[in-house]
């Protein structure tokens, strides 16, 4: 027997038309790509996305074409988006950050029909628009006073594009599971991988974000998000402001300390998310000036784990709440959130820091668990560790034109229908995940896991140590076992034994390092992080001395 | 073109399930039946509904079967409901304020195939047994030593009904526009009719109402619904409890101020909700004790308009947050909730407390608009008034077995897909609703609207006035011009010119009534409001002295 209630597809356009009902007036404030602070409204917003609907059809794009941008966080980036997903064509954000010749590959791949971007990007464009099979045509999401012309391509100005065109235009009618963005991730290794979201995984993830314990945002809300759109969704505040009317403030190309903090206190910004290392240039700045924060209450932290300085800098300093959120791509992207539990309220600050530095917990819509290699869960004990696989309305079961299938249907899920996030983690008796490695670092000694990063930020501490890496390497009693190599601090040398006899009674017994071997330099990736495929390129024949004697 | 996302039915046992993985050990507090508080888990709810359905399942209940209650709020009520609902049968919880007669013809046209309740209303179950044509179990929601022997029909205890059947039974697995609840609505005239919920629609309702600016509850509130389950499932804090992981505080049958007052203490309630007549109870409770409220943060009040007296008593005297809500059996029943714009912020206190007697905004996934008797939309101004038709995933989109049909669908919706709520209202430029009439009770003189309770209100404070009702009554120029009927106060006998005297400046010339009659007595119905039905009927060979002018 079914139920008797109203068909209502979730598709986001309705999020714009209930922003342009309720709060028709409430603004959005861009600090624009020519400079100056403009100002509009979720009507205006409304009714300029629907001009962008009529001109993106009158270009010839329909129902599933790609539309991709090349963008800031800013108003028109966000009529782009709305007059795109609107009529059901699939808008494509591209992160600028990555090499040219993989904009270009990504951008063949998903075969975009139309590139809006910022003058910021027009090298890039440029660079590689002949090697483009698929678009069409170019907007620069300017006006036309600020688009150069006699380009090759031939660059349309935004306000051109749309002048002239009708504020009234159809927009939903399809169903709710109808592809409504695209967002590729690009892993260490292989190609990237398109996450294809629906309307009804962002309409439902952006009602969960707006839930009291995840984003908790509202209509007397300020939203800054830093976080750019390109990074799944701007973590939903594309979906969330409207869908709740906060006044929302975006910052354009200026990420940096200074011009975030001017924004955070002329907007009078209540909420704001951005990844640690924006949060590392605010406080910097805010410490340099003797600067204060007047009306922030809460900032989401995400995208990598968050330095503990950070953290306490926020709550401690600066009384603004912090958010430790964690997700993926492929989770669109809110996984888990780090906010307090009545048992956390009743310990004390130090036991609450503790607490924040770990990923959180699931709000309602994403399932997870933690799992051995056979698939057998492990306790929630927070120290037993296993592969983290997650599930839910807005998580993935498959990448673009099937990319990364592990099955014939072309999912990447596991037999149990959990997506592996690739992470491994704990879970305590409270529910909160913490990451502990990931899945391919992870140290497998006969049948058992270590944890390279557990070790690594140990070793960091030792007297001389510029840094260190864990990685496990051949031993032929044990499988695996690990190797530490350490990056020296300038003129130190420390030598095997002191760094074991540093470790020794800090970390188990049968995690101690077989060896520790001393490099100039350990190798990092684009973002920073140790690139432990080179360290294990560096280390493939390496032999520990353990492997010699078993042998 | 479709999303790449995991398909994850939207069905209410998810909701409990997050419950027992997020937050096991939350407690669930009961006043219960027999006499003492019970505290019980989310963990404990989750094992006793499995055993429920096990139960349900060995007494022939299947998919679709229809499972009733007739039973106050406690947790062995949220057992059978999340036990019956988790396998796919139909919850129906019936009123048990209505007359006995009803409550049969209800059960009867539900088929319902087992009925739970509480000793309560043993003498209700008794006398109607015999007339039920389909319940085969009679559980009482009691331990065998409540239970009394020898009844016809015959009760089984509800602990014995579960006892010795498994933790462990398959939840879920059907499609999420399964059906999952059922509550019949009573009007003034015609049978009961039903609606229908599916589980996508009370799931969705719920993650409506976890929003910030609805509700607002979190994993740091404990939520005390005294408004009962069987009002259109405790106005969703059924579901809303387990999903954000609240504590959860049950009245039992005890809805009294004081036996409220002490739960709301003793438990530290920060979020509660029922109709105004409990609020009444419980602030002269606390007014002749002297009593003040310790954790209490926001109280919903619904259910019919809040008096003014009331809510500035949470608000001034106990610094109590009030969220106003309208809403409809037929609705989830969230429509609107008062919760208050920057805009409102802005102004002072009196602006505010008007603003909050107003019944409040819809939150995103309720759309509203007023119209005209052609469907034509009225404008957002605050003073035009027209039909209010809603929309929503929560919304009705027909009743049980086609009642109230208005199409050969069955469907109760207008051509443009909205529910007609029978209410009359305005719609001020912030969105914010207000009812001013039933539909069938406003005054349609020559084209133009005339509000009956507006002209009501007025007249209540004109002196010598005890009551005061304004009905249409049929003028050959006008089709229908309003009559006031006034129930003098003892020994007042107020004329028509000075009544009409009173009304002149304060209403508009045209709103004027043709005539005002005294009469001994206003006749109400049973909820103590004006039964317009029946003054209708009084006065139904009455003629306007216009009327006979104009002839």
Not at 25 to 49: D, K
């Amino acid at each position: 027997m079914l139920g008797l209630m109203q068909d209502w597809p979730l598709t986001v356009d309705k999020i714009l038309d209930h922003a342009k009902a309720c709060f028709p007036r409430r603004e959005i404030v861009t600090r624009s790509l020519e400079g100056p602070i403009s100002r509009s409204s979720y009507l205006n917003l409304w009714l300029r996305s629907k001009q962008v609907t009529n001109a993106l059809r009158e270009h010839g794009v329909t129902l599933g074409d790609r539309v991709a941008t090349l963008a800031w966080n800013t108003e028109r980036h966000m009529e782009a988006w709305y007059g795109a997903m609107g009529m059901g064509a699939v808008l494509h954000t591209v992160n600028p950050r990555l090499f040219p010749d993989q904009i270009a590959w990504i951008i063949n791949h998903a075969e975009d029909k139309v590139l809006f971007f910022d003058a910021t990007f027009i090298p890039i464009v440029e660079k590689i628009a002949p090697q483009l099979k698929t678009v069409k045509t170019y907007v620069l999401l300017a006006d036309r006073e600020h688009t150069p012309t006699g380009k090759v391509p031939h660059f349309v100005a935004f306000e051109d594009f749309i002048a002239g065109h009708s504020q009234e235009a159809a927009w939903g009618g399809f169903g709710e599971d109808t592809a409504c963005g695209l967002c590729y991730t690009s892993g260490t290794t292989g190609d990237p991988k398109g996450v294809l979201y629906s309307h009804r995984s962002n309409v439902l993830h952006a009602m969960l974000a707006n839930t009291t314990d995840v984003f908790g945002c509202g209509v007397n809300d300020t939203v800054l998000p830093v976080v750019p759109m390109f990074h799944a969704n701007a973590w939903a505040i594309a979906f969330v402001a409207p869908m709740c009317g906060a006044k929302l403030v975006m910052p354009g190309a200026k990420l940096d300390g200074a011009s975030v903090y001017e924004l955070l206190e002329d907007e009078k910004v209540t909420f704001t998310a951005a990844v640690p290392t924006v949060w590392q240039g605010l406080l910097t700045h805010m410490r340099d000036n003797n600067l204060k924060l007047s009306t922030l209450k809460r900032v989401a932290i995400g995208g990598s784990a968050i330095p503990e300085s950070v953290l306490r800098a926020f709550e401690e300093d600066y009384g603004v709440e912090v958010i430790h959120a964690w997700g993926m791509t492929e989770m669109s992207p809110i996984g888990t959130i780090g906010k307090m539990l009545p048992e956390h309220f009743a310990s004390d600050h130090e036991t609450q820091i503790k607490a924040k530095m770990k990923q959180g917990r699931a709000p309602f819509g994403v399932e997870m668990k933690i799992v051995d290699d056979e698939g057998k869960p492990k306790p929630h004990d927070g120290q037993a560790f296993g592969r983290l696989l997650v599930k839910g309305p807005s998580v993935a079961r498959a990448y673009f034109k099937n990319a990364g299938a592990k099955n014939e249907k072309g999912e990447c899920l596991q037999p149990c229908g959990f997506f592996d996030t690739g992470d491994v983690a704990t879970i305590d008796p409270l529910g909160v995940m913490q990451i502990t490695d990931r899945a391919k670092d992870v140290i497998k000694s006969g049948g058992e896991w270590i944890s390279s990063i557990d070790i690594e930020n140990i070793a960091m501490g030792a007297p001389g140590v510029a840094n260190a890496a864990v990685i496990g390497v051949y031993h032929p009693k044990w499988d695996e076992r690990p190797l530490l190599v350490v990056e020296p601090k300038e003129g130190a040398n420390p030598s095997k034994d002191e760094i074991l006899g540093y470790l020794n009674g800090k970390i188990a017994k049968w995690w101690t390092p077989d060896d520790v071997v001393n490099v100039e330099k350990i190798p990092l990736g684009a973002t920073g992080k140790i690139n432990k495929l080179a360290l294990r390129d560096m280390f493939k024949d390496y032999k520990l001395p353990s492997a010699q004697a078993a042998e």
